[in-house]
């Protein structure tokens, strides 16, 4: 069985992505530093596969701790989603990601030439368009200034690993530019679990419903948008997990430097206001929720062309925004 390893693999796409590479026959070995994800994952991701994945806890940033596990595990990929991903804390505090974003990335690299290991996919972001003059948004739409040290460093990151494959370090890249991840596992056993106040629109939701928050505010509407607030592409986290084990079996049939970048969305854009709609009427509760100010730096809307995607790596979303908004909710009513 093909050992990948998954460095931030207790997050919230990393933990889906373990469950989908199990179910493609491949053993996730689990690296995190639970910065951002709760260890009870673990024994959740036990209940839904019946196998105790091998984790480890700690940073990307230390070689050693990446060698330790190499030594007992012969690790044949590695899929790279460890990243702090909070703009506004990026703007606060840019060191701090490039130190973890940027830095991790350069370590891993090093340690993947060091031990002959080929394969990686990276965990890149649709930020990287910034607002696109052109919609839907293709791979070869060109990418802007970003608007964040998050943003940046997902950049400076694409541009690494396409540097180390033209210098012919023999390794095989894919960047995955995500749109939204949303949603959660239909068994509402793993989803997205923000540590306090969540940075994402769905998890303000469903705690809204909850009645954990008092209310939602949608930053404006009045946007040029089908009903004034902003329009973003929003792809199931198990769409989004599945789109990694395509990814990985495309690079196993390639030469060696080799690099490609796909979007993963939906190839649909919705709107803020839709996905309040779309929550209210698969869960039944009404949101408590008002319109406020734009929020400075807010892209006005974006979403994929996913032709590529499709017709490349067979991937296509299966999961609806209904889907997705009554398996965030099922998880948030598992979490009471």
């Known amino acids: 069985m093909k050992k990948i390893l998954i460095t931030g693999g207790a997050g919230y796409?990393?933990?889906?992505?373990?469950?989908?590479?199990?179910?493609?026959?491949?053993e996730p070995i689990i690296l995190d530093d639970l910065s951002n994800s709760d260890p009870t994952v673990l024994d959740r991701l036990e209940e839904i596969t019946g196998k105790r994945f091998a984790f480890y806890q700690g940073d990307c940033n230390k070689k050693s701790l990446l060698k330790s596990i190499a030594e007992k595990h012969k690790i044949e990929g590695v899929i790279h989603f460890a990243a702090f991903k909070a703009v506004g804390e990026s703007t606060q505090q840019p060191l701090k990601y490039y130190r973890n974003n940027v830095g991790s990335l350069l370590v891993l690299l090093k340690f993947m030439e060091e031990k002959g290991i080929k394969d990686l996919v990276f965990s890149s972001s649709c930020t990287v368009y910034g607002q696109p003059e052109v919609l839907p948004v293709t791979e070869s739409t060109p990418r802007q200034e970003a608007e964040s040290p998050y943003g940046n460093t997902k950049k400076i990151c694409e541009d690494i690993l396409v540097d180390c494959v033209k210098s012919e370090m023999g390794i095989r890249v894919i960047s995955l530019r995500y749109f939204n991840p949303?949603?959660?596992h239909p068994s509402a056993k793993i989803g997205e679990l923000p540590l306090g106040t969540p940075n994402n629109l769905v998890p303000f939701i469903t705690q809204v419903a909850a009645g954990i928050?008092?209310?939602?505010?949608?930053?404006?509407d009045d946007y040029d948008t089908v009903d004034g607030s902003c329009?973003?592409?929003y792809i199931h986290v198990v769409d989004l997990a599945e789109a990694h084990v395509k990814a990985l079996a495309y690079l196993n049939k390639q030469e060696n430097n080799f690099y490609d970048v796909f979007n993963v969305g939906t190839g649909n854009g919705?709107?803020?206001?839709?996905?309040?709609?779309?929550?209210?009427?698969?869960?039944?509760v009404k949101l408590n929720y008002q319109v406020g100010p734009r929020r400075p730096g807010d892209v006005v809307k974006t979403w994929a062309d996913t032709t590529k995607i499709n017709n490349v790596l067979g991937w296509k979303a299966?999961?609806?925004l209904e889907d997705s908004m009554r398996?965030?909710?099922?998880?948030q009513k598992s979490l009471d």
């Open 231 to 233: 329009v973003r592409d």
């Open 270 to 284: 919705n709107s803020v206001l839709e996905v309040i709609h779309a929550f209210e009427k698969v869960s039944g």
């Open 13 to 26: 796409i990393g933990s889906h992505t373990a469950v989908e590479l199990w179910k493609a026959g491949m």
């Open 213 to 220: 928050r008092e209310k939602l505010t949608v930053f404006g």
């Open 182 to 184: 949303v949603g959660a």
């Open 327 to 331: 398996d965030s909710w099922n998880w």
């Open 318 to 320: 299966k999961y609806s």
